[in-house]
């Protein structure tokens, strides 16, 4: 649910072993720490070696599973000797979600179908157990990495915060979701194959991160975007049931996409019209292994589109054409909706913290053509434009929606309402409802309501904003946070939050004002801005406006 960056097809083993070991060391000026016995960790299939870079030790491209095209994930072979993991190994085939931002910057990616691999960040092993985060990437569930953006990197959160961290690639798009159930009983689960290797890591992680200093018995999941909505699948998917004990979703709670999926109808028509657009007869699936991932996911995508048409399937915010790629509720491996209308039972006890930024998508527009709203924006409008462009946008609602937005935020500019989100701010508000409705595990509600001063604030408090800030990154993503002192203290403060839940379940301490579970009757909301607070119901009368449909 992210632009998707560009990747690099041509890059030599050795070539990126010595650009992956030295230009971390350049960049830094920091020593980079290797050597025979150096960062070598002994796992259940072979001895890895890493690097130290400013006492944390760095593990990167590690494999944790291999599968055959369409087929389940296996475990990996063992090896004799030591492998090498310097580098960030090959991402899964990617379906382009969009253009490329000068807020969106990130190493260079080579795609591959050998992709199902992971990164650990570590503080030197001392025979402590530390909690483990294990980030899941956005891009929907058809394209993106684990090293998307340079705020993914783990290192500064691994050491500011003492946890162990984990990021995950898994197979994506029609690779990982293409229904082929009704050709086959191995293809049996082939719609949720990328849901199976999320697993397969966390087994992995289960297994392993012990000998990297981390507690397998202290595992926490978390994502944003479609990491986020990935992050709901696997609290709702039994096979993940055990590998992690709590949860954290930003900007993920999607209906479709998430918190519900796609319908097994949907599904297998969608692979009935991609074997025809291929030209594949479905008693010789074999013949797919000649297509590459582009030219299935080619006919794949034109199949969405006609199921969508066929079906009659609403499009998400009005866009599209009513049918993405996601996982498939097929009653079996994924036996109900991650979030219907409860909260499945499985993961009642499972700590949630759930929330979203205050602009996401409806500030995403004005970073993509900066060299217009830098010269007309919400601070060049007159008053007079302002309430035009309001009652353009809200209709007969403008002035309970004025009311309220004042309510929210009154020390707020008034234009700033055109741009409150509420696609993925009310689906947040539900799915906390319905969880705290069990009365069982905590959830806690937030909103990220920073706008970077970058290019004068146009861009707001856009879509991913907030990650640099979680993963304590602030000058890694300098050119979109502006690297400021406020940036630091905030990042300081939000990423101390996500820790303690890591290691507790429970978000407060350090400099935070008292963090309560939210309810539906105390409605409490952590607000993350220069000024940190919690409000009750903050912004549940605005979003009921702006999300009718959504009951929170």
């Given amino acids: 649910m992210k632009p998707n960056l560009s990747t690099k097809f041509a890059r030599t083993t050795l070539l990126t072993i010595a650009l992956g070991f030295i230009v971390p060391a350049l960049a830094s000026q920091d020593p980079i720490q290797a050597g025979n016995d150096i960062a070598v960790v002994h796992t259940q299939a072979g001895k890895i070696q890493g690097y130290v870079h400013n006492d944390i030790l760095t593990y990167k ?64 092993n001392d025979g402590k157990k530390r909690a483990v985060m294990v980030w899941i990437h956005g891009g929907g569930f058809q394209s993106g990495a684990s090293n998307d953006l340079h705020s993914y990197d783990g290192e500064n959160l691994a050491r500011s915060g003492d946890v162990v961290v984990v990021s995950v690639n898994h197979r994506l798009n029609a690779m990982g979701h293409l229904d082929l159930s009704a050709y086959g ?75 519900t999926l796609t319908s097994p109808k949907a599904g297998m028509r969608v692979a009935e019209l991609t074997l025809a657009n291929l030209g594949v007869k479905p008693t010789a699936l074999d013949k797919l292994k000649v297509f590459t991932p582009a030219q299935i996911n080619e006919a794949a995508n034109k199949a969405l589109k006609q ?78 434009q302002v309430e035009e462009k309001l009652k353009a946008k809200y209709g007969n609602k403008t002035a309970k929606v004025i009311e309220a937005f004042r309510e929210a935020y009154p020390k707020r500019r008034l234009a700033d309402a055109l741009y409150v989100d509420s ?101 409490n909301v952590m607000i993350f801005d220069n000024e940190i607070k919690i409000k009750q119901h903050h912004d549940a009368k605005l979003q009921r406006l702006l999300a009718p449909e959504m009951k929170f």
Avoid at 205 to 229: L, R
């Fill in 61 to 124: 491209g590690i494999a944790y599973a291999m599968a055959e095209r369409f087929m389940p994930p296996q475990k990996v072979a063992k090896w004799q000797g030591v492998k090498m993991a310097l580098t960030y190994g090959d991402v899964c085939p990617q379906v382009p979600m969009g253009g490329r931002s000068f807020f969106f910057t990130g190493p260079e990616m080579t795609q591959s179908e050998q992709c199902l691999n992971l990164n650990i960040w570590a503080p030197k």
């Fill in 423 to 523: 696609f993925l701010r009310a689906p947040a508000l539900k799915t906390a409802s319905l969880k705290a409705d069990q009365h069982a595990a905590p959830v806690y509600n937030y909103i990220f309501s920073w706008d970077t001063p970058v290019f004068n604030g146009v861009p707001m408090s856009y879509h991913t904003a907030e990650i640099a800030f979680v993963f304590n990154n602030i000058d890694k993503m300098e050119q979109a946070t502006g690297g400021g002192k406020e940036a630091r203290e905030l990042a300081k403060k939000m990423s101390t939050a996500w820790v303690n839940f890591a290691k507790t379940g429970n978000p407060n301490g350090g400099d935070l004002p008292q963090w309560d579970a939210y309810t539906r009757e105390n409605g």
């Fill in 307 to 384: 199921t969508a048409q066929e079906q009659k399937l609403t499009p998400l915010r009005g866009q599209g054409y009513g049918l993405s790629w996601a996982p498939t509720m097929d009653g079996d491996y994924i036996p109900q909706e991650p979030v219907g209308e409860k909260y499945p039972e499985l993961s009642k006890d499972i700590p949630l913290l759930i929330g979203s930024n205050l602009t996401e998508w409806e500030s995403f527009p004005l970073q993509l053509d900066l060299a217009n709203t830098q010269k007309d924006n919400r601070f060049t409008w007159s008053d007079s």
């Fill in 185 to 259: 009983e191995q293809y049996k689960y082939s719609a949720n194959l990328g849901v199976q290797d999320l697993v397969a890591s966390l087994e992995w992680v289960k297994e392993n991160i012990d000998k990297f200093g981390g507690d397998p018995a202290n595992v926490t999941i978390f994502g944003e975007s479609g990491g986020g909505a990935k992050v709901l699948t696997l609290m709702g998917t039994p096979a993940a049931k055990g590998l992690f004990s709590k949860a954290i979703v930003e900007s993920g709670a999607v209906e479709k996409m998430g918190m």
